[in-house]
């Protein structure tokens, strides 16, 4: 009797638990914008010319931390510039973003600070944002690889440290993007920042920290050719870079083609060891990712790789979004246009409670204009299932 009851109630419990995981089947992923808000206006505030290279990041608590380059003087990347941030604690509603607050001031360096990479340590729950000063070398030497990191959420930052010291005066970019706490063996827990050389002695060369951001060493280097020598067009010069870890373990790196070697399109290459190496056998192009030499966006999220850049083999226009549900070997063949003029550089992230809320929705940041990508820096909220 028990029993055949019991049997009675199996396919109804089988359906929902079917409906349950259709809610958020990958294959219906059918992305609308939800809602969109510009973060920074170039030239509408008093001390800031330009504003570009938008960061975005989840912090431990489920808040959003947007951050960008205020350029004070103008829209060169040399110049004196501020770190400008500002947080949502409710998901990127609107009209509750924070006001912006400028946690660094490099002063009135004529090569001054360029960012970044942002990397929260959920074992801690630390948010670091780690930038780069004197890069080019411009009037000024040596080039400082600089960290800052907040304990409270983006509320209060600490003062800045010189991450030099451990790592030597290399001239490195981080990002732009965000940098990965591993969540996967091997070296579960290590702190991963990835970015990228001058364009003499550009590759991508990737930090580590096993102790929570204390301590740095350099890992992996995967260098151009001919290194720390003047480039020609479609000489190989991998770039600017965003890192992603994969549920193997592996770190997958997107990678800028800078002078469009063997393709107009973007570089994949591979870490097995936790960013130690960047193996060249791993390395592949992605001809399917059109680029024209951009700093994109990646993001595993509910083993779905989504890809943000502007989708064009001359011009930075038409921010697209495509997804993946094979790790990046093959993207779906919807793809979904979130501008269609002027775009530059994008990052994307997620909220990652658990909650069916936070499975809806990535949130892009990106470079937007009418006529030209540096007029503004948008913050896109993107419904990821919304033909339901
Ligand atoms: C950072 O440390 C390096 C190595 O000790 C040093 O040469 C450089 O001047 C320091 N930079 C700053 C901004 O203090
Ligand atoms: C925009 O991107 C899509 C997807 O890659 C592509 O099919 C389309 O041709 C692009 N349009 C322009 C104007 O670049």
Redesign the pocket.
């Known amino acids: 009797m028990e029993t055949g009851s019991r049997l009675a109630a199996l396919p109804l419990l089988l359906s929902l638990l079917s409906l349950c995981v259709c809610a958020f089947s990958p294959k219906q992923i059918v992305p609308l914008l939800y809602e969109e808000q510009l973060l920074w206006v170039s030239g509408f505030e008093g001390e800031v010319n330009t504003y570009r290279i938008p960061l975005l990041s989840f912090t431990p608590k489920g808040s959003l931390l947007a951050f960008s380059e205020a350029r004070k003087m103008s829209d060169h990347d040399l110049g004196q510039k501020f770190i400008a941030m500002r947080r949502s604690t409710d998901k990127g509603k609107g009209a509750t973003w924070s006001p912006t607050s400028f946690i660094i001031d490099d002063g009135a360096q004529i090569d001054g600070l360029n960012l970044g990479s942002v990397v929260v340590d959920e074992e801690l729950g630390l948010v670091i944002v780690v930038y780069v000063l004197c890069f080019n070398h411009y009037h000024c030497s040596p080039s400082s690889t600089m960290m800052v990191e907040s304990v409270d959420d983006g509320l209060s930052w600490s003062q800045p440290r010189n991450l030099s010291v451990q790592l030597g005066v290399k001239s490195f970019c981080p990002g732009p993007g965000f940098g990965i706490q591993k969540r996967y063996n091997p070296a579960k827990g290590r702190l991963v920042v990835c970015g990228h050389g001058t364009l003499e002695g550009n590759g991508v060369f990737c930090i580590l920290s096993d102790d929570h951001g204390q301590n740095w060493y350099n890992g992996a280097a995967l260098k151009s050719i001919p290194y720390n020598q003047k480039k020609r067009a479609q000489d190989f010069s991998p770039d600017e870079c965003q890192p992603v870890e994969l549920t193997d373990g592996s770190i997958v790196v997107n990678v800028r083609n800078q002078n469009n070697y063997h393709c107009r399109c973007r570089m994949v290459v591979r870490s097995f060891d936790g960013g130690l190496t960047l193996p060249i056998d791993s390395l592949f192009f992605d001809y399917?990712l059109?680029d024209p030499a951009v700093a994109a966006g990646a993001l595993l999220k509910d083993d779905v790789l989504y890809f943000t850049n502007?989708?064009?083999?001359q011009?930075r226009?038409?921010l697209?979004l495509?997804w993946s549900l094979t790790d990046g070997n093959s993207w779906e063949k919807k793809?979904m246009?979130i501008w269609?003029g002027p775009s530059g550089y994008s990052s994307i992230t997620s909220l990652d409670s658990g909650s069916a809320d936070d499975k809806r929705y990535i949130f892009v940041i990106y470079e937007k204009g009418y006529k030209s990508y540096e007029e503004t820096i948008s913050f896109a909220k993107i419904h990821l299932f919304s033909g339901r």
């Open positions: 399917e059109v502007p989708s064009n083999e011009h226009v038409n697209t495509r793809a246009q269609a």
